[in-house]
């Protein structure tokens, strides 16, 4: 049960576009569609914004997409807002009714 | 509206235990399955343990296997962590979080969550 890989920082300026990357094994990332992005402001509970890849949850902007190609999941940002500057972690199904988590990346926006 | 609320958080000795609740209210509890994901003071969330909506089915992270215990009661409409032998590790915000299936889909709604330090 290992973390996934996630950069620990990431930035923009308004406007702009923004990935993030998600590394994970063979035995998660890359053996399930069961990658999922959460979104975490300071003092707030995690908020799901992308599920099963690519799939946004009702209420959450289309500026946030999400895809998979082997072992690597990625969240892209577009058009950046200051609202968008939080923590964002993905994680996978792992198998045996376990889960992984990323360890996370911030999200600044110049 | 969906409610999940965490609470039996507090400070603890070192190989002490604790019992963590989770009311939800806001949606059909028996029809989803219910996790535990800590997060550290200021680190990243870990998944702890999570439970089918009949409890038939089970899993936990290494970090905790033989010493947490995941339980629920659908009648109550409650979700519990029993934590035995604490480690100064396991000091972390508690939340519990609904899915739809145990294995495999994500984690839709979360609670504030509820602060366990374990400390001499």
């Known amino acids: 049960q290992s973390a996934l890989t996630q950069p620990p920082s990431a930035s923009g300026s308004p406007g702009q576009s923004v990935t993030i990357s998600c590394i994970g094994t063979s035995s998660d990332v890359g053996n399930y569609d069961y990658v999922s992005w959460y979104q975490q402001h300071p003092g707030e509970a995690p908020k799901l914004m992308i599920y099963?890849?690519?799939k946004r949850p009702s209420g959450v902007p289309d500026r946030f997409s999400g895809s998979k190609s082997g072992n690597t999941a990625s969240l892209t940002v577009s058009g950046l807002q200051a609202e968008d500057e939080a923590d964002y972690y993905c994680?996978?199904?792992?198998?045996?009714?376990?889960?992984?988590f990323g360890g996370g990346t911030k999200l600044t926006v110049l | 509206e969906v409610q999940l609320v965490e609470s039996g958080g507090g400070l603890v000795q070192p190989g002490r235990s604790l019992r963590l609740s989770c009311a939800a209210s806001?949606?059909?509890?028996?029809?989803?399955?219910m996790h535990w994901v800590r997060q550290a003071p200021g680190k990243g969330l870990e998944w702890v343990s999570g439970?089918?909506?009949?409890?038939?089915?089970?899993g936990y992270a290494d970090s905790v296997k033989g010493r947490f215990t995941i339980s629920r009661d659908n009648a109550k409409k409650s979700l519990y962590l029993q934590m035995n032998s604490l480690r100064p590790e396991d000091t972390a915000l508690y939340f519990c979080?609904?899915?739809?299936?145990?294995?495999?889909?994500?984690?839709?709604?979360w609670g504030q969550g509820t602060l366990v330090t374990v400390s001499s």
């Open positions: 994680s996978s199904y792992a198998g045996s009714n376990n889960r992984v």
């Open positions: 806001g949606f059909t509890f028996d029809d989803y399955a």
């Open positions: 439970i089918s909506w009949n409890s038939g089915s089970i």
């Open positions: 979080a609904k899915s739809r299936w145990l294995a495999g889909s994500h984690f839709d709604y």
């Open positions: 099963d890849v690519s």
